[in-house]
């Protein structure tokens, strides 16, 4: 331990002659790399060395991390989040976090995101955008699907946008089969406890609807945010005007509503991350339930890139147009992620 808090000293102690202070993450085979720490996000650094392009470590390689150039933003596993330095600690795992007033001990493992908070506004951007497409000669059929995501978060403030679509192609006809369009805010009272609205743009021909808005407000929780596993859930009203079809619009309906989304994350090969979503919908005034979903698997092939294979489910018990009331499919695709 002496030795190891001695070498941190020397370390400090040469660093006096850049321009300014340098940050080091320590590796558990006994490699130092010194540089500037981009983000940390999902259990991946996203680090600068010096004189060398960036690289990602996984946090599980990782002995501790000295970065205090500057102030940064974590949130723990827990729930926690914190402004301040990371000083090296020498038991293997920690690190120690300092804001001013006191000093915290955290496993390195336990955090989740961390981004310098003073100049990071495009570091708290991640997202991804995918595509996919099948196409049969012998009906002269073709399907293209295209999903993506962009997400930013600060503080207090969580905004997300995502959309996704499904065209058929004939010789003679292009179809819009399925487009959803959505932008959420969440503002976080506590580390894990926020109020949310949002507003959604639908449209599914196989359930007869032309197109659906929705504008929706409630609450949600941050159940479980540990290294592999991200869940939420939030609940409470929307207010929808649709349109059929048929050209038959129900004005502005008011409905009670529930998600739950359950992310998991795989960081050792293969490298494998799942999204499980399931909302519903209940009208007390019209007595009609609603369900949409999605199950979504990524593979990371190589670097930022993964191949997709997802499931969506949508059920209607009251379709404003007559026919059918669930509607699914599977989709392939590949997508590009940035984090």
């Known amino acids: 331990m002496k030795k190891f808090i001695l070498f941190y000293c020397l370390l400090m102690i040469a660093g006096t002659g850049f321009s300014q202070m340098k940050d080091t993450i320590f590796f558990n085979n006994g490699s130092i790399v010194i540089g ?94 995918g595509l996919g497409y099948n196409y049969t000669r012998s009906s002269n059929f073709g399907r293209l699907n295209y999903d993506g995501t962009l997400n930013y978060a600060s503080s207090k403030v969580e905004i997300s946008l995502a959309f996704s679509g499904i065209y058929t192609f004939t010789d003679s006809a292009f179809s819009r089969d399925n487009e959803n369009f959505t932008i959420k805010n969440n503002y976080y009272f506590t580390p894990s406890w926020f109020g949310t609205v949002f507003f959604n743009y639908q449209r599914n021909l196989e359930l007869g609807l032309q197109r659906r808005y929705q504008e929706g407000f409630g609450a949600g929780n941050k159940l479980i945010t540990s290294k592999h596993v991200y869940t939420w859930a939030r609940g409470g009203f929307v207010f929808n005007q649709e349109k059929s079809t048929e050209n038959v619009t129900n004005g502005t309906v008011t409905e009670l509503f529930g998600q739950l989304e359950f992310n998991f994350f795989r960081f050792t090969k293969p490298k494998i991350d799942m999204l499980l979503a399931q909302t519903v919908y209940y009208s007390l005034s019209q007595n009609r339930f609603r369900n949409d979903g999605t199950t979504k698997v990524n593979w990371e092939l190589v670097k930022n890139f993964k191949l997709s294979l997802e499931f969506y489910n949508n059920y209607d018990s009251k379709p404003l147009a007559e026919g059918s009331k669930f509607d699914y499919g599977i989709l392939f695709g590949f997508s590009y992620f940035f984090y």
């Open 36 to 129: 500037k720490i981009k983000k940390i996000k999902l259990g991946i650094v996203t680090f600068d060395p010096d004189d060398a392009n960036d690289i990602t470590v996984q946090l599980r390689n990782l002995k501790t991390i000295a970065a205090e150039r500057e102030v940064f933003r974590v949130e723990t596993t827990d729930g926690n989040a914190y402004y301040g330095k990371l000083v090296p600690h020498p038991s293997n795992g920690f690190v120690r976090f300092v804001n001013g007033i006191d000093t915290s001990t955290i496993l390195v493992q336990e955090i989740s995101v961390m981004y310098p908070y003073g100049e990071a506004f495009l570091q708290r951007f991640t997202g991804d955008v």
